[in-house]
């Protein structure tokens, strides 16, 4: 922490917007969730427009006043004080880096709860070096001297913009080819190109009437500068742009009686910001998410308790509504399912009688896949180069759980091509295996749901308290958001891990309730700030890079102590999103359905936010008609659609078929389209169909 603890900080410290096709005003978005887990259960959200236009997810910050140690305390009141917030956001996805794989995985980290040693030591998924993106364009500087660097036009880095009570509303003007770092108006690489440069704006800020800062995401353009250019790679297109973006969120409070004035400017007072695709599932939460990797990244011990282990399985159990992997058997669902009929389920919670409630929780632990992965018999994931050999496995075509792809994803035989759950949470789970863990004795639940309701509603009094509400804010926004495996990921990606991206990463509150003798810790409630640069410093690296390459190398040794490439862990605006696909709709659109040779289970990418199998809006009628046989409706529900089939992208999955191409092209055009899975009832008890489903609206289900 810096030398002066803060008096007065904007929360959530990380807020997430996400990008929609639908208006940019308060009334027809969706917030980011302020209370984790609030809203699993909501039936009567609508995530699409009257007239099928995808709502925006905006972000809310709010100002808090903070006691002698820097911890909130309570929302600032705005009759007292004047308030002007800045926002500055860019786009460096152009200027960056192609995406081959983490490059992290070949740096050797001891004691690291995100990542195993054994990636680097035993060399299970070497970091693969990346070469820039849009290569033509050159640095002149490094061939003629005074020469311009044309890769700077490359980013698209509107100037701050600052509202307040006498400007409420401005849009993020931004622009590609930039033309910011010309002496002219125009953009010199535009000019080289003999192209127009093209707005690309990146979002719109309002002040509201409380005093708060709503950021809205932008529209979800993506487009190349020559019309001819497709979009042909899942990540990497050169003179392609689009309009996510990341930077931070200050403001200037004054006060009107003494005339006090407070800068939220710097790493500890200051938010972070950043723009994402669409959550087409905002209701079911990631299997590992940002804040357990956050947790991760700080390296410290944890008390052995139930709700340290149930999120996460509770996760996976709800992946059943955007994976067809997670449905059928093999599942964790159909696990969870026959310890119910078995009366079985308790022994998840109970330790006694000692001999029943040990098998129980030793079988589900072996089904887990060892994050130390020190196993190589798991099915292997072809490559698009295949060559036709068969018994690829070593050992057995059993997979562990979760049936996710990993970090190694380009590396057949490799273990780490599969997904497995961050260490923290692996030894969490080993813990709870052998009976070293906390669970209130007032336990007595019959099923997942209705023991999640009751974590959900541990957050929701967690929220009464003023002074834990604005650490919940901040951890509700990182549990929507994939905290592994990264390649690159859905929204931010795998530098996030690592503890030299944090100038802070302190657990306040080591308890979400700690009420007598109800304590529920679940990681706790974390001050967490990026390791944002100040002015002075953005100023000397915002255009950092490592040249015409970047290696594992470059990335071990910005992690050295005085290190000349330290840079690379301090934050400005466009470096949390440099990393991602561009443009992100080929990214999102080709993270589906994983064939292998055998039918079951079918694993898939990022399901938690791009579905890969849903319940459809036409189902959900017909289970609702009363003069079709409860039969009949049980193998409607049954019956999952392809998720892409909700609009008219052509079937992709991971090198599935040829029409893998056409859906990388068509989700830059339809992405707006494809079905939302949202909660909601049924009237009628249907022997075998929960009451609560969750099912994909569209743009057309609107329109009917």
Request: aromatic share 12%.
């Amino acid at each position: 922490m810096a030398n002066t603890t803060p008096k007065f900080r904007i929360y959530p410290s990380i807020g997430i917007a996400r990008l929609g096709n639908g208006p940019a005003t308060k009334e027809e978005v969706i917030f980011s969730p302020e209370i984790p887990w609030a809203n699993l259960y909501e039936t009567d959200q609508n995530y699409l427009t009257r007239d099928g236009r995808l709502k925006k997810q905006a972000q809310r910050f709010y100002i808090y006043e903070c006691d002698d140690h820097g911890n909130p305390t309570r929302q600032i009141n705005t009759d007292d004080f004047d308030i002007e917030w800045s926002v500055e956001v860019a786009n460096k996805k152009p200027f960056w880096y192609d995406f081959n794989n983490s490059l992290d995985l070949s740096v050797v980290l001891e004691d690291h709860q995100n990542l195993s040693p054994n990636f680097a030591k035993d060399k299970l998924a070497p970091g693969i070096s990346a070469s820039y993106r849009n290569p033509n364009v050159l640095n002149q500087e490094l061939r003629t001297e005074g020469g311009y660097d044309y890769r700077k036009d490359l980013v698209n880095h509107p100037k701050m913009v600052s509202v307040g009570e006498n400007a409420k509303r401005k849009e993020i003007k931004g622009q590609f080819p930039s033309s910011r770092m010309s002496e002219s108006e125009f953009s010199m690489l535009a000019k080289r190109m003999n192209v127009d440069e093209k707005e690309v704006n990146l979002g719109t800020v309002e002040y509201d009437d409380d005093g708060t800062l709503i950021f809205y995401g932008a529209d979800g353009i993506s487009a190349a500068l020559n019309p001819s250019d497709l979009n042909t790679d899942f990540a990497d297109n050169s003179n392609w742009y689009d309009d996510i973006c990341d930077g931070r969120v200050t403001a200037t409070i004054r006060k009107r009686d003494s005339g006090e004035e407070y800068k939220l400017d710097d790493a500890q007072s200051s938010a972070w910001v950043a723009s994402a695709p669409p959550d087409y599932a905002p209701q079911i939460q990631p299997l590992s998410t940002m804040f357990d990797l956050i947790t991760g990244a700080a390296n410290e011990s944890h008390i052995p308790e139930l709700a340290t282990v149930f999120p996460m399985m509770y996760r996976l159990y709800r992946m059943q509504w955007v994976n067809l992997g997670d449905f059928l058997a093999p599942s964790f669902k159909e696990t969870i399912d026959e310890l119910i009929a078995k009366d079985e389920f308790k022994y998840i919670y109970k330790k006694e009688p000692k001999a029943e409630a040990d098998a129980v929780r030793e079988k589900i632990f072996n089904m887990f896949r060892n994050p130390a992965y020190n196993m190589s018999n798991e099915p292997i994931i072809p490559s698009k180069n295949k060559t036709d050999l068969v018994n690829r496995g070593s050992g057995t075509a059993e997979l562990k759980l979760p049936y996710y792809p990993g970090d190694a994803i380009d590396y057949p035989g490799s273990p780490a091509q599969w997904f497995a759950i961050p260490p923290m949470i692996y030894e969490q789970l080993r813990q709870w295996r052998d009976g070293n863990f906390y669970s209130p004795p007032s336990f007595d639940f019959k099923d997942m749901d209705e023991m999640g309701a009751f974590y959900r509603d541990m957050f929701l009094k967690s929220a009464t308290d003023e002074k834990r509400k604005p650490l919940l804010m901040t951890r509700a926004v990182l549990e929507t958001l994939y905290g592994g495996g990264f390649h690159p990921g859905v929204e931010l990606t795998w530098p996030m891990r690592h503890k030299q991206l944090y100038s802070e990463n302190n657990e306040t509150y080591q308890f979400i309730v700690d009420d007598g003798n109800l304590k529920i810790g679940a990681y706790g409630l974390r001050e967490v700030r990026l390791n944002a640069a100040s002015k002075e410093e953005q100023k000397e690296i915002f255009y950092n890079d490592f040249g015409f390459s970047m290696t594992s190398d470059d990335v071990r040794n910005s992690m050295k102590p005085d290190s000349e490439t330290a840079w690379f862990w301090k934050v400005t605006p466009g470096d949390m999103t440099k990393w991602m696909g561009i443009p992100w709709q080929s990214d999102a659109g080709s993270c589906q359905a994983v064939y292998v040779e055998e039918q079951y289970p079918v694993p898939s990418w990022w399901a938690a936010n791009l579905p890969v199998f849903v319940l459809p809006s036409d189902s959900y009628e017909k289970l609702k008609d009363p003069n079709i046989l409860p039969s009949t409706k049980r193998n409607i529900y049954a019956n999952r659609l392809a998720w892409l089939h909700t609009a008219d992208t052509g079937f992709i999955g991971y090198h599935a078929e040829g029409g893998y191409m056409n859906g990388l092209i068509n989700m830059v055009y339809q992405w707006k389209d494809i079905g939302v899975v949202t909660g909601r009832r049924l009237e009628e008890d249907i022997d075998g169909i929960p009451n609560l489903v969750y099912v994909a609206y569209d743009s057309k289900s609107m329109k009917k």
